[in-house]
């Protein structure tokens, strides 16, 4: 690819990119676990004292984890209510499904109530719906619920996006974009909610690393393109061009299947690796993508960033990172060669939260814009789920 400068330039790019106009995030208010006693409480509330080894191993893992706490909508009531959800020999996926269907889009609610009061304009204005979850089980789909919890027109436009794991987020902005910039006058609403009852159950050794770092959360974006109305505030980011790219021969490393017991997750070793090797190509095509699509007659084009090859450009950038786990951030770190402070947003979001799958990227470019010091001009955004695939997209800070 053409190497070229890397500065950031001023100015309004030429074509009506679309852009994200409110961002909001939930929690579950119920359970808050810090991460130094999910083991010992997860072996409790399950009844797996019997296995100190695997217990032991939890709590290795936990410490490594770069997680401090999570929020979770399981109680240790629910739980002693239904044991069916710890206990592998009982059939659960009933009550998962039942459990799913209120509370998932509930959450989702909240996160959108945030998003759709920041963007500035009457909830009937939202023309599109993109939700994406991993507990997607039945239908009509949790979309449905949540455009009628938020009274929603009914002709809102609805896709749901399902078992796209950790790369949903990413996934349905991509996605959110092609609307807006393709319908004009178009109101995306991105909805992301994750709750891991749909996968809980009790610790054995196929799903430990998956007890240490999923959480749950929701995250909301609504997004348009220009001319922008009444009322709406000034852009939060410009998204002005995204790839997805599927990491060839690697569909055996991340997964989740349906099963009597729920969602099981799978997660290999060798994840944190892959994602590194591939990441800084996916990059290199996002931004190519972008000074292509800026040819259009953009007044203000991209940075050309190049490989890492020490020249630090990726560090003229700011960074909305998918934060897997820590070893994924460590090795993109270095592999980019990033400033230290580049992924501090994905950091804090995994310390603060874990991994709340496809809703993580939501809180990450929520902490981005609270930062204390101004983000640089052009940015990228990462995330990662099965397939492998990876969803990248360049961003642009409006000045
Ligand atoms: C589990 C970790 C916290 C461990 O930290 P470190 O790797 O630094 O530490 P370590 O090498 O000493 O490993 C500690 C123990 O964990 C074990 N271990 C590590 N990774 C494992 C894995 N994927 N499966 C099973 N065991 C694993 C090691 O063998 C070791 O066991 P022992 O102690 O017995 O020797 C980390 O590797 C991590 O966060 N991994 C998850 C990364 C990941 O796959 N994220 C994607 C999530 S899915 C996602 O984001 C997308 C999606 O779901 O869609």
């Not at 999570?70 to 499904?97: K, Y």
């Not at 807006?180 to 709750?195: P, T, Y």
Request: charged share 20%; glycine share 12%; hydrophobic share 40%.
């Amino acid at each position: 690819m053409a190497m070229g400068s890397c500065g950031t330039s001023g100015g309004m790019a030429g074509r009506r990119h679309a852009a994200m106009l409110g961002i909001g995030t939930a929690n579950p208010t119920g359970v808050l676990v810090p991460q130094d006693v999910f083991a010992e409480n997860l072996f409790r509330v399950t009844n797996s004292d019997h296995l100190p080894e695997l217990k032991e191993k939890l709590r290795r893992i936990c410490e490594k984890s770069g997680i401090e706490r999570r929020h979770f909508h399981l109680t240790e009531e629910t739980l002693a209510a239904h044991p069916e959800l710890f206990d592998r020999e009982l059939p659960s996926l009933d009550t998962r499904v039942d459990m799913t269907a209120d509370a998932v889009p509930k959450l989702a609610q909240c996160a959108a109530a945030k998003a759709i009061a920041e963007w500035g304009r009457p909830t009937a204005d939202i023309t599109h719906l993109v939700f994406s979850t991993y507990s997607a089980c039945q239908a009509p789909t949790a979309d449905l619920r949540l455009a009628t919890l938020l009274g929603l027109r009914p002709t809102v436009s609805r896709t749901m996006l399902s078992l796209h794991g950790c790369y949903g987020g990413g996934r349905a902005l991509s996605l959110a974009k092609e609307l807006a910039e393709n319908n004009r006058g178009a109101r995306v609403l991105v909805a992301c909610s994750e709750m891991t009852l749909v996968c809980f159950g009790a610790p054995d050794g196929g799903n430990i690393v998956g007890h240490a770092l999923f959480g749950d959360g929701a995250g909301a974006v609504v997004i348009g393109a220009g001319p922008f109305l009444d009322g709406e505030r000034r852009p939060i980011f410009e998204m002005v061009s995204a790839t997805q790219t599927t990491i060839p021969r690697t569909e055996h490393a991340l997964g989740m299947r349906v099963s009597g017991g729920g969602v099981d997750f799978h997660l290999a070793i060798q994840v944190p690796t892959l994602v590194g090797q591939n990441v800084e190509q996916c990059l290199l095509d996002a931004f190519r993508s972008a000074i292509v699509d800026d040819d259009d007659g953009g007044a203000a084009p991209p940075p050309s960033p190049c490989s890492g090859n020490g020249n630090g450009r990726w560090n003229d950038l700011f960074w909305a990172v998918h934060p897997g786990g820590r070893p994924i951030l460590d090795n993109i770190n270095k592999v980019l060669m990033l400033e230290p402070e580049k992924l501090a947003a994905s950091r804090h979001v995994l310390r603060e939260y874990g991994n709340m799958s496809g809703a993580t990227i939501v809180f990450v470019l929520d902490e981005l814009r609270r930062g204390r010091s101004p983000l640089p001009e052009w940015g990228a955004l990462l995330a990662f789920g099965p397939g492998i695939t990876i969803e990248a997209m360049v961003l642009r800070c409006p000045r």
